[in-house]
């Protein structure tokens, strides 16, 4: 089964495994709620791969819950049974499960798309009613338009003036 690198992906994963039946509550429980940074209140995604391949994604671009640490337990739930791209996750794909989890920085919008770089920021375009995002790093997005065609491609977005883009840096742990 997977390690977790990082205390933000152990979190993801208690989580998963609780709801699938498979753990209890965490004696590490208290120690979660003595770190100072899962105590604040950020938006975040929890990514869940599978053989390198996609297999649920869910996050918040603004923090819903109490603190990052209740938005990691939700996030890490709705991305293994909740995204509508993919069936629920199963036990036996547990084997196979790797977790990524992206803390993001506040948005900032942009008046220029050469204040971008798929490598370093994540976007997000809205026309008023829709919204598309893609985080920044990931593997095939390699130029500025590939990033802003993919995210507006998830939202039903046609090129039109008005369009708002903003950008945010996010920390990725594994």
């Known amino acids: 089964m997977y390690k977790p690198r990082s205390i933000y992906v152990k979190v993801a994963l208690e989580s998963i495994l609780n709801k699938l039946g498979l753990g209890g509550q965490s ?29 649920g994604c869910i996050g918040t671009m603004v923090p819903y819950r109490e603190n990052l640490l209740e938005e990691i337990r939700a996030n890490a739930i709705s991305a293994a049974f909740n995204d509508p791209r993919f069936e629920p996750l199963k036990k036996e794909e547990l084997e196979w499960l790797e977790i990524s989890v992206d803390v993001l920085s506040p948005m900032e919008e942009i008046e220029d798309i050469k204040e971008l770089d798929p490598k370093k920021y994540g976007i997000l ?11 920044p790093d990931l593997e095939g997005v390699d130029s500025v338009e590939q990033q802003i065609e993919i995210a507006m491609n998830k939202a039903g977005i046609t090129r039109q003036p008005g369009l708002v883009i903003k950008k945010f840096t996010v920390k990725r742990y594994r």
């Open 27 to 55: 004696e590490e429980e208290d120690k979660y709620q003595e770190m100072e940074d899962l105590m604040e209140k950020k938006p975040c995604f929890v990514t869940l791969y599978k053989e390198n391949s996609l297999r």
């Open 125 to 135: 375009i809205s026309d008023g009613r829709s919204q598309g995002v893609l985080l």
